[in-house]
């Protein structure tokens, strides 16, 4: 395996499960990132982990929740969403801090349909 | 004002034209840009990065930035189908990225 991986690919769920989106990075960085894209948008940053501390945008809404247990592994745990949450969840790593921080890999991202 | 602008298009060309892709920026301090290019059910990949103003060219992509009028631009020499995708332009702030909404191109054979 090389690059970001992300399980599952696909996913749907009803607005009273819970599930959690996986990810796991083979390049030897030490940050990881959750990107939610949803069409005709610009990618929005929902978390970071970053030499171990967690970033988070304060407009994410609390049904969302990550993990980070070590530098290549992710997770974000999903609870009560709603029908809007329905987007492409990407994943994202890089090595920080030098110049190569301004590069993100991204994941293939879980296609999340939320009925 | 959004920190980055991209036309979404979507953009159709006949195979072999010259492709030019743009976005503009709203902060001059902005110093690291970047070419994402994202085909469908995929995630984004890294194309094109600069930090400078100027061109930088690799292969059939060139990528330009004019500071000055805070425009960024990648251009596509002779497209294939298989350029067929959506690009998203990106910059770093040196602590945060900023991405374009995309733009979505398709080469005709």
């Known amino acids: 395996e090389t690059g970001v991986t992300q399980t599952p690919r696909h996913l749907v769920m009803g607005m009273t499960n819970k599930k959690s989106l996986k990810c796991e990075q083979h390049?030897?960085?030490?940050?990881m990132y959750w990107y939610k894209q949803s069409a005709k948008k610009p990618l929005e940053l929902m978390f970071v982990y970053s030499l171990e501390e967690r970033v988070e945008n304060n407009s994410v809404p609390s049904r969302f929740s990550p993990e980070c247990p070590n530098s290549s592994h992710l997770f974000l745990h999903l609870h009560t969403l709603q029908p809007e949450d329905s987007a492409l969840y990407l994943c994202a790593s890089s090595q920080v801090p030098d110049r190569e921080k301004e590069k993100l890999f991204f994941g293939s991202g879980t296609q999340l349909s939320v009925l | 004002q959004k920190e980055v602008e991209q036309d979404p298009g979507p953009l159709s060309v006949p195979e072999g034209a010259i492709v030019s892709l743009n976005c503009t920026y709203s902060?001059?301090?902005?110093?690291?840009f970047m070419w994402y290019r994202q085909y469908s059910r995929k995630g984004p990949e890294l194309l094109m990065y600069t930090y400078s103003s100027g061109n930088k060219e690799d292969g059939r992509f060139t990528a330009q930035v004019d500071k000055s009028s805070k425009y960024i631009s990648l251009f596509i020499r002779d497209s294939q189908p298989s350029d067929s995708a959506t690009y998203l332009c990106a910059i770093y702030t040196g602590n945060q990225f900023y991405f374009g909404t995309g733009t979505s191109l398709t080469v005709i054979p």
């Open positions: 390049l030897g960085h030490n940050a």
């Open positions: 902060n001059s301090a902005f110093q690291y």
